[in-house]
T-cell receptor
Framework: KAGVTQTPRYLIKTRGQQVTLSCSPI?????VSWYQQTPGQGLQFLFE???????NKGNFPGRFSGRQFSNSRSEMNVSTLELGDSALYLC????????????????FGEGSRLTVL | AQKITQTQPGMFVQEKEAVTLDCTYD???????LFWYKQPSSGEMIFLIY??????QNATEGRYSLNFQKARKSANLVISASQLGDSAMYFC?????????????FGAGTRLFVKA
């Protein structure tokens, strides 16, 4: 079974630009979560989607947004990039809550490393 | 509110010895799950072990065991017989079932160094 796929793996942007990151979850996983990882702040929760609905959102400004498509693939967008947005953005998928495997274990992609200059 | 605390920024252990990585948590939800993940220098996050809040026994997975003390709200990871490949960042995480709203939060992590 293929793992979680994130694209692009690396990207460089300049301040003020916007960026879209993509995540394809493991087949059958309907929940997709996004995290921002920085050396100073660790892993910060951005948002979680299930069946195209955002079920929870972290404490990030409105410049950070996301969506999920009917095939469970997800995208996140950051507009008006700032230097502080430089980070590793991790996507994770999990089985839907209420299935036989209810641990909520997250399966992570390799991440998209964003550098803002 | 949910909170995960890992107080050890870095730990050293001699190869083949056991090491305990500390994790405490705070939650008002009676139903929650606790996880440990490993992040090698390559960056990928690897799930290690899970403990449910209602599980009576401590979880074990190979060389990994979770020392779950519910009353103290601690979920320490024990790695037995450390190997050089265990050198990595280790994150403790928690997901609340009822009030967490489908999110998993992570601690700051502990960087483990295994010495030959």
């Amino acid at each position: 079974k293929a793992g979680v796929t994130q694209t692009p793996r690396y990207l460089i942007k300049t301040r003020g630009q916007q960026v879209t990151l993509s995540c394809s979850p493991i087949s059958g996983h309907r929940s997709v979560s996004w995290y921002q990882q920085t050396p100073g702040q660790g892993l910060q929760f951005l948002f979680e989607y299930f069946s195209e609905t955002q079920r929870n959102k972290g404490n990030f400004p409105g410049r950070f947004s996301g969506r999920q498509f009917s095939n469970s693939r997800s995208e996140m967008n950051v507009s008006t990039l700032e230097l502080g947005d430089s980070a590793l953005y991790l996507c994770a998928s999990s089985l839907a809550f209420g299935t036989s495997e209810q641990t909520g274990e997250l399966f992570f992609g390799e991440g998209s490393r964003l550098t803002v200059l | 509110a949910q909170k995960i605390t890992q107080t050890q920024p870095g730990m050293f252990v001699q190869e083949k010895e056991a090491v305990t990585l500390d994790c405490t948590y705070d939650t008002s939800d009676p139903s929650y799950g606790l996880f440990w993940y490993k992040q090698p220098s390559s960056g990928e996050m690897i799930f290690l072990i899970y403990q449910g809040s209602y599980d009576q026994q401590n979880a074990t997975e190979g060389r990994y065991s979770l020392n779950f003390q519910k009353a103290r709200k601690s979920a320490n990871l024990v790695i037995s017989a450390s190997q050089l490949g265990d050198s990595a960042m280790y994150f403790c995480a928690m997901r609340e079932v009822n009030t967490g709203g489908f999110k998993t939060i992570f601690g700051a992590g502990t960087r483990l160094f295994v010495k030959a």
